[in-house]
C-alpha cells in the first residue's frame, strides 16, 4: 500500500472543478420503421456543462429539475448550461435512422458521423450523436435498449434478455429489454444492434477478475466463435499477469456492419470481412484486447497528445513479431522508419501533437513512431524497470486520464532515473536524427579505433550500438552521442577491417539513403517520381554501410 501512496501523488491528476455528469439512458430502436426514441436523465455538478447531438436529433423536451427548459435556451445541436448547484436533466428526443451505407472502406467508417440502420443492423457509435450526450464525457451510465429485432451491445455489465411490454401492450412498446451498467468514466455511449448469435466463456484471470468473454457474431461466421474466445481468453489472462487487473466487466468481440477496427471498454468492433482472416486472432485481435488497459482502461488525456496507440502497437503488435525471433522483429523496426521517412518533408508532425489517425502520415507518427521511442526507453531502463512502471501506471491511472507526462513519470519513479531525453526530444521533434560515423581512425597499435560521430538538429541523446569487423571476427560496442559531434575511442582484440552504424536499427534514426532498401512507397509519394524499368541481369546496389570499405580504416 506504501507504494502506491507514493506513486499516486501527482500522477493523472485533473485540474477540471466539475464533476462529469452520471446518466441513465432508455432507448427504443425500431429497425423496421429506422427510428430511434429515447430519454436520458443526467445528474450534473455546479459549474458549466455543455451537450450536442446529431442534427437530425428531435429534442421532444428539456427538463431541468422537472421544470421544462424554453426552446431558446437550446440551439438545434446543443445545449449550454451553468449551474450555481447541483441539479437533474432530463431529455426526450427521436431520431430517424439513416440507410446503413455497406460501400464504407475502412478509413470512411472511421469518420462516420451519423446513425444508421440496415441489413439487421443498427449503427449507432458514440461519436455519431445518436442521444444529447455531455461533451465532457460521462461519469458512469446505465442503458436501457428496448428492440423488436437484433441483440444489443454496449459496455458494462449485460443483463437480459427480458420481455417489454405485455401481452396487451401496443406494438410500439413490445419486444426484448436489455440493460448495460458501466460503473467507470466514459467518453460516450457506444451502441450495436446486429443480428447476432451470442457465445460467451466465462475465465478467472491471474488477479482473480471473474469475467464473460462474449462473441457477437452473425451466423455466418458463427463457426469461428471459439476460436476468438480462445485467442482472448488467453491474451486478457497474459496481460492481467503482465499489468495488473482486468478492468472492466466483460469483453465482447463484436462482428460490425462496416470494415471498421474500434476499441471501446470491454469491446471491439471489427468488420466481419476483417474476422474471417485466419491471423487476425493471433494479431490484431491482441491490439484491441490490449487497448482495454491503454486508451479505455487509463484514458487519453487528448489535449496532452495520444500515447496509448503507440504502447499498445509495442506491447500487442510488435510482441507478435519479437516472437517470431529477431529477424521479424528487425523487420518491423524497419518498416516503422521506412513509413516516417516517406513522409514528405513538411507534412509530418511532432508525436506531442497526434491525437487519433486520420490518414497514413499521422499513424507512421502517433503508432510506429511512438511504439519505437517506447521500445528504446525499455531497453535503456531494463526489463524489472518496464515491468515495474506499467504496473504503477496501472495501478495509479486506471479509469483516469493520462498523458505523456503521467507516463514518463510513472517509469521515473519505477526505475529511479530521470528520463527526459527518452520523452521530451521525441515528443517534440518533426525529423529524425540523423546520426553518422563521419571519420574512423586506427590507432597506431592496430587494436584501438577512434571515431567521429555528428548528427544535424535537433540533438538527441542516443546510446548508438556500432558493428566493428576485425581480423579476428565481428563485434559489437556501444557509443553515447549526445552533443551535435562527439569523437570516441574503442579498443578492439584485433585490427579493424570496417564499422557499422547501429547495423540492426535497434535506435530510431534516419540512415543514409544508401543503407536503405528502396521501396515502391517513396516514388509514390515522391513530389516529381521518375521511373526506370530494371531489365534482367541489371545489378542491384549493395545497401550495406560500412565505413572504410573492405580494407581498414581510412587514415
Not at 169 to 175: M, Q
Not at 303 to 332: H, I, Y
Not at 452 to 472: F, K, M, Y
Request: hydrophobic share 45%.
Amino acid at each position: 500500500m506504501a507504494a502506491l501512496a507514493w506513486l499516486a501523488a501527482g500522477l493523472c491528476s485533473t485540474t477540471s472543478t466539475t464533476v462529469a455528469p452520471t446518466a441513465a439512458v432508455a432507448v427504443a430502436v425500431d429497425l423496421t420503421e429506422q427510428r430511434l426514441e429515447g430519454s436520458a436523465r443526467y445528474d450534473l455538478s455546479a459549474g458549466k456543462h455543455v451537450f450536442d447531438w446529431h442534427p437530425a436529433l428531435e429534442i421532444l423536451s428539456v427538463r431541468l429539475n422537472d421544470a421544462e427548459l424554453p426552446d431558446g435556451a437550446r440551439t438545434p445541436e446543443g445545449l449550454r448550461l451553468e449551474l450555481r448547484a447541483a441539479a437533474g436533466l432530463a431529455f426526450d428526443w427521436r431520431l430517424p435512422l439513416a440507410p446503413l451505407d455497406g460501400a464504407l472502406d475502412h478509413r470512411a467508417a472511421l469518420r462516420a458521423d451519423r446513425p444508421m440502420t440496415g441489413g439487421g443492423f443498427a449503427w449507432l457509435p458514440a461519436a455519431a450523436g445518436w442521444y444529447p450526450g455531455p461533451t465532457s464525457g460521462l461519469g458512469d451510465y446505465s442503458l436501457t435498449v428496448r428492440t423488436t429485432a437484433g441483440l444489443p451491445i454496449a459496455a458494462g455489465a449485460y443483463s437480459g434478455p427480458a420481455a417489454a411490454g405485455g401481452t396487451n401492450a401496443p406494438a410500439a412498446e413490445k419486444g426484448t429489454s436489455h440493460t448495460f451498467r458501466h460503473p467507470h468514466p466514459a467518453g460516450g455511449i457506444d451502441l450495436l444492434i446486429g443480428p447476432y448469435a451470442l457465445t460467451t466463456r466465462a475465465i478467472t484471470t491471474p488477479s482473480g477478475v471473474q469475467l464473460d468473454v462474449a462473441t457477437y457474431f452473425t451466423p455466418a461466421i458463427a463457426a469461428l466463435a471459439s476460436d476468438y474466445l480462445d485467442a482472448a481468453a488467453a491474451q486478457i489472462i497474459e496481460y492481467d499477469a503482465l499489468i495488473g487487473p482486468w478492468p472492466f466487466a466483460r469483453f465482447a468481440i463484436v462482428a460490425s456492419p462496416l470494415p471498421t477496427g474500434f476499441g471501446m471498454p470491454g469491446m471491439t468492433w471489427l468488420g466481419e470481412e476483417v474476422l474471417r482472416l485466419p491471423f487476425i486472432p493471433a494479431t490484431s485481435l491482441r491490439h484491441e484486447v490490449l487497448h482495454n488497459w491503454w486508451g479505455n482502461g487509463v484514458r487519453v488525456d487528448y489535449a496532452r497528445g495520444n500515447w496509448s496507440e503507440g504502447l499498445t502497437t509495442l506491447m500487442a503488435d510488435f510482441l507478435v513479431k519479437e516472437r517470431e525471433g529477431p529477424e521479424a522483429a528487425a523487420a518491423q523496426r524497419l518498416d516503422w522508419v521506412r513509413t516516417l521517412l516517406a513522409v514528405p518533408p513538411g507534412e509530418s508532425i511532432a508525436l506531442r501533437d497526434f491525437r487519433a489517425r486520420a490518414h497514413g502520415r499521422q499513424a507512421a507518427v502517433g503508432y510506429g513512431k511512438a511504439a519505437f521511442v517506447l521500445l528504446m526507453l525499455r531497453e535503456r531502463i531494463g526489463a524489472e524497470a518496464w515491468r515495474a512502471g506499467l504496473r504503477h501506471f496501472w495501478q495509479a491511472c486506471q479509469h483516469r486520464e493520462a498523458s505523456w507526462a503521467d507516463l514518463q513519470q510513472a517509469f521515473e519513479q519505477a526505475s529511479g532515473q530521470t528520463l527526459d531525453s527518452a520523452f521530451e526530444p521525441w515528443l517534440s521533434a518533426q525529423t529524425l536524427p540523423t546520426p553518422r560515423i563521419t571519420r574512423a581512425v586506427a590507432a597506431a597499435d592496430g587494436l584501438g579505433l577512434t571515431l567521429h560521430l555528428s548528427q544535424g538538429e535537433p540533438v538527441h541523446d542516443l546510446d548508438l550500438p556500432v558493428q566493428i569487423r576485425t581480423e579476428a571476427g565481428t563485434e559489437m560496442q556501444r557509443v553515447r552521442l549526445s552533443t551535435q559531434q562527439a569523437v570516441v575511442q574503442l579498443r578492439l582484440p584485433a585490427a579493424a577491417l570496417g564499422v557499422r552504424l547501429d547495423p540492426s536499427l535497434s535506435v530510431l534514426r534516419a540512415p543514409a539513403a544508401a543503407a536503405m532498401p528502396p521501396i515502391l512507397r517513396n516514388a509514390l509519394l515522391a513530389a516529381m517520381p521518375a521511373w526506370w524499368v530494371s531489365q534482367a541481369g541489371d545489378a542491384i546496389h549493395d545497401t550495406a554501410e560500412w565505413q572504410g570499405g573492405g580494407g581498414a580504416p581510412a587514415p
